[in-house]
């Protein structure tokens, strides 16, 4: 299924809400795992660039693959300052990049959108050999109260709502599969904080999410404003979330 426009008109409340990765969590790939100045990353659906700017900053050249032509845009302009950074029009399963021509394939908040199959062949064909595969995710706890009052609105409102993280679970059969069960699971916690205007956008940014002018939309987005001022304490509200990374290298 073609999922390119999926994200069409949602980049601006995407660049406002997305939250960026724990610190600790780009720390340990580049301190345990092999990451460096000197590695080429294929970074896949890499939307307007959130996760891509850690690997950027740690000078690693990165190659940003992005089908979605309005989330790419952004990230040309959010990233330009990087002479490190190459943005490719391509998708999981044709990154027209160059065959063994990456020491690292990675992806941030995207996996739960490929076909699994197919972009195992593609980063086994893209990864020099021994590199490695990282799947990551900012996903929210579910046993916080303001999550679950989140995950009732979603599943009442968006009928595209699948679950937090596009419904991929701690050790998805998906994650086994691609892996062929041989992977390496890291977790850090990384709290997110957001002030008003921050938090509707970061709730109006899933592909599931209605937008404005949709059905419902009104009433949509006044339970999430009620949600917010039920939660915020001195303007701020505190959502329980944490950075996740499946690691490992491609097997055949």
Same mark, same amino acid.
């Given at each position: 299924?073609?999922?390119?426009?999926?994200?069409?008109?949602? &980049?601006?409340?995407?660049?406002?809400?997305?939250?960026?990765?724990?610190k600790e969590l780009i720390d340990c790939l580049y301190n345990e795992y092999g990451m460096s100045e000197a590695s080429v990353v294929?970074?896949?659906?890499?939307?307007?660039?959130?996760?891509?700017?850690? +690997? +950027?900053?740690?000078?690693?050249? #990165? !190659? /940003?693959?992005?089908?979605?032509?309005?989330?790419?845009? #952004?990230?040309?302009?959010? +990233?330009?300052?990087?002479s490190n950074f190459h943005s490719i029009k391509g998708d999981a399963e044709n990154t027209t990049l160059e065959d063994n021509s990456?020491? $690292?394939?990675?992806?941030?908040?995207?996996?739960?959108?490929?076909?699994?199959?197919?972009?195992?062949?593609? /980063?086994?064909?893209? +990864?020099?050999?021994?590199?490695?595969?990282?799947?990551?995710?900012?996903?929210?706890?579910?046993?916080?109260?303001?999550?679950?009052?989140?995950?009732?609105?979603?599943?009442?409102? /968006?009928?595209?709502?699948? *679950?937090?993280?596009?419904?991929?679970?701690?050790?998805?059969?998906?994650?086994? @599969?691609?892996?062929?069960?041989? !992977? %390496?699971?890291?977790?850090?916690?990384?709290?997110?904080? !957001?002030?008003?205007?921050? $938090?509707?956008?970061?709730?109006? &940014?899933?592909?599931? &999410?209605?937008?404005?002018?949709?059905?419902? $939309?009104?009433? !949509? @987005?006044? %339970?999430?404003?009620?949600?917010?001022?039920?939660?915020?304490?001195?303007?701020? #509200? &505190?959502?329980?979330?944490?950075?996740? #990374?499946?690691? *490992?290298?491609?097997?055949?």
């Amino acid at each position: 299924m073609d999922t390119t426009n999926r994200f069409d008109g949602y &980049s601006k409340n995407y660049t406002v809400g997305r939250p960026q990765y724990a610190k600790e969590l780009i720390d340990c790939l580049y301190n345990e795992y092999g990451m460096s100045e000197a590695s080429v990353v294929a970074d896949i659906g890499s939307g307007t660039g959130k996760f891509a700017m850690h +690997l +950027l900053e740690r000078k690693s050249e #990165v !190659y /940003c693959v992005e089908p979605n032509d309005d989330m790419r845009m #952004v990230a040309e302009n959010e +990233l330009r300052m990087f002479s490190n950074f190459h943005s490719i029009k391509g998708d999981a399963e044709n990154t027209t990049l160059e065959d063994n021509s990456v020491d $690292f394939v990675t992806t941030a908040q995207a996996f739960h959108w490929f076909d699994v199959q197919k972009f195992k062949q593609e /980063c086994t064909r893209i +990864l020099k050999n021994n590199g490695k595969a990282a799947l990551i995710w900012n996903m929210r706890d579910e046993s916080d109260p303001l999550n679950q009052d989140m995950y009732r609105i979603f599943s009442e409102h /968006c009928p595209d709502f699948k *679950g937090f993280g596009g419904g991929i679970a701690k050790d998805d059969t998906r994650i086994k @599969l691609f892996f062929n069960d041989k !992977y %390496e699971y890291i977790s850090f916690d990384n709290p997110l904080y !957001y002030d008003r205007e921050k $938090f509707i956008a970061r709730n109006l &940014s899933g592909s599931y &999410s209605l937008k404005e002018g949709d059905k419902g $939309f009104d009433d !949509y @987005l006044k %339970e999430i404003d009620n949600t917010f001022n039920k939660y915020a304490r001195d303007g701020i #509200v &505190s959502i329980a979330n944490r950075s996740v #990374v499946y690691i *490992g290298e491609m097997i055949e």
